[in-house]
Structures are given as C-alpha cells and as structure tokens.
C-alpha cells in the first residue's frame, strides 16, 4: 500500500512539474535566458535585442580603443550555437543545453525581424 501511495505520488508530481515547466513559452523563456543565463548576462555585452555594444573603452600605447561586443541576431543558428558555449576572448562559456540555445536564438531572431518590419514601416 506504502509502495502504491508513494508511486502514485511520485507521478502526480511529475505532472505538476511539467505544468509548471510550460507555462512560459520559448519565446520568454528564450528572453529570460538572454536576460540572466547563468548569472552572466549576455545583454549587457549584446545589447538588448542582440545589435552588439560597445563593452569598454580604454587607452592602449596612447590610442583609445574599443572592446565591441558583436551583433548576434543575425546569425544562422549553426554559427550560434557553435559560439555560444566556446570560452573565446573576453566571451565566457556558458554550458548551456541546445534546448537553452534554442530559446535564446528564438528570441534574439524574433525580435530581429519584429524590428526590421517596424523599421521599414513608412
């Protein structure tokens, strides 16, 4: 009887949890991904929407230099995926799943075509 309880529980809550697992969709999910991934936010380099920015500003042998940070919401998803979990210059690695990816990439492209549509809106 113990055994037949704790099963059926075990299922209900399996249930539960994937309620609750998709009352978000990909498209918020991908944005709060964005916003705060792994404690590192990939929009404070990226920009808001992916356009790239200007991460710092310093003086090397006299000249003042610039660390961009590159536009990523117009790239095809393999490259992407490719450079998102390298530990590439100044990019750390985020070890993030290809459900993960897929969300931010989602993201990023949505709002990257909602704002050329807007753009070329006479």
């Known amino acids: 009887m113990k055994k037949e309880l704790f099963s059926i529980f075990v299922l209900f809550s399996m249930l539960c ?3 609750r697992a998709d ?4 498209l918020e999910y991908g944005k ?8 590192i ?3 404070k380099c990226h ?6 920015e200007v991460i710092a500003t310093y003086r090397s ?9 590159p536009r990523i919401n117009n790239l095809p998803l393999e490259n992407f995926a490719k ?8 990019m750390p690695k985020y070890y993030l799943t290809e459900k993960e990816i897929n969300a931010i990439y989602k993201y990023l492209t ?3 075509k909602a704002q050329n549509q807007l753009s070329q809106t006479p």
């Open 17 to 19: 949890s994937q309620e």
């Open 23 to 26: 009352f978000i969709d990909d």
């Open 32 to 39: 709060r991904l964005y916003e705060d991934p792994r404690g």
């Open 41 to 43: 936010s990939c929009q």
């Open 47 to 52: 920009g808001a929407k992916g356009e790239g």
């Open 61 to 69: 042998k006299g000249y003042l230099k610039e660390l961009i940070a």
């Open 83 to 90: 450079n998102i979990n390298k530990n590439k210059g100044v």
């Open 110 to 112: 949505q709002n990257s």
